[in-house]
């Protein structure tokens, strides 16, 4: 199994940075892919950004050269660096990780999601 942990949100002003750390624990074999999503009230969850085991990189078109998703393999972390933040980039963000994991049946790939962490823009 694979626990997620989150860390970093907080209440920034509009202009303003954060930065959201992902750790991941448990029993497993390893983890793929990771990436970070967000819910604002009212709204779906949606992605933010994605990152491989080989450092590939994947972003939504409004957060293109704002944010910046990284990981560090070592420490099965990723990380996200938001800047330039907007009221709009208010909500809930999510890790997500796909691990491979040993079970009953074998070895198999699942998704794993964090807590959430809350991120608040002010204007």
């Known amino acids: 199994q694979v626990q997620l942990v989150e860390s970093g949100g907080g209440l920034v002003q509009a202009g303003g940075s954060l930065r959201l750390s992902c750790a991941a624990s448990g029993s497993f074999l390893a983890i793929t892919a990771m990436g970070w999503y967000r819910q604002a009230p009212g709204k779906q969850r949606e992605l933010v950004a994605a990152?491989?085991?080989?450092?590939?990189?994947n972003y939504a078109d409004s957060m293109k050269g704002r944010f910046t998703i990284s990981r560090d393999n070592a420490k099965n972390t990723v990380y996200l660096q938001m800047n330039s933040l907007e009221p709009e980039d208010t909500g809930a963000y999510y890790c997500?990780?796909?691990?491979?994991?040993?079970?009953?049946?074998?070895?198999?790939?699942?998704?794993?999601w964090g807590q959430g962490t809350q991120v608040t823009v002010s204007s």
């Open positions: 990152v491989t085991r080989g450092g590939r990189t």
């Open positions: 997500n990780a796909e691990g491979v994991v040993r079970g009953p049946a074998g070895i198999g790939t699942y998704n794993y």
